[in-house]
């Protein structure tokens, strides 16, 4: 059974920092690309960042580029998302997703190409 747990979310002002992480179990997490994706109320579900499976290339929206960092350890099937110079913007339900390398495609943008999806963590930055 699949398994993406996501941790780390919280209340922190605007400028603030925080680190999110996503433990995933029930996969090879290795050959999975992970990805980080939030959803603000009312808006639908945008791409943040993803981890490439081995390549360990990166790719990020433009909205967070030079701002969030995604990383991923493999000896610990884990995979964060760091997050500086927070903004209100920023605020919104936080989801870790992942889909095997052999069916993912190079839209890693697309929600419902992926494969797995954890609970959500919520990050809320205030002004």
């Known amino acids: 059974q699949v398994q993406l747990v996501e941790s780390g979310g919280g209340l922190v002002q605007a400028g603030g920092s925080l680190r999110l992480s996503c433990a995933a179990s029930?996969?090879?997490?290795?050959?999975?690309?992970m990805a980080w994706f939030r959803q603000a109320p009312g808006k639908e579900r945008e791409f943040v960042a993803v981890?490439?499976?081995?390549?360990?290339?990166?790719a990020y929206a433009d909205s967070v580029k030079g701002r969030f960092t995604i990383s991923r350890d493999n000896a610990k099937n884990t995979v964060y998302l760091q997050m500086n110079s927070l903004k209100p913007e920023d605020t919104g339900l936080y989801y870790c997703?992942?889909?095997?390398?052999?069916?993912?495609?190079?839209?890693?943008?697309?929600?419902?190409?992926?494969?797995?999806w954890g609970q959500g963590t919520q990050v809320t930055v205030s002004s």
């Open positions: 029930g996969v090879t997490f290795s050959t999975y690309n």
């Open positions: 997703a992942a889909v095997w390398y052999a069916t993912a495609t190079a839209r890693v943008d697309v929600p419902n190409l992926y494969r797995y």
């Open positions: 981890g490439k499976w081995r390549s360990l290339s990166t």
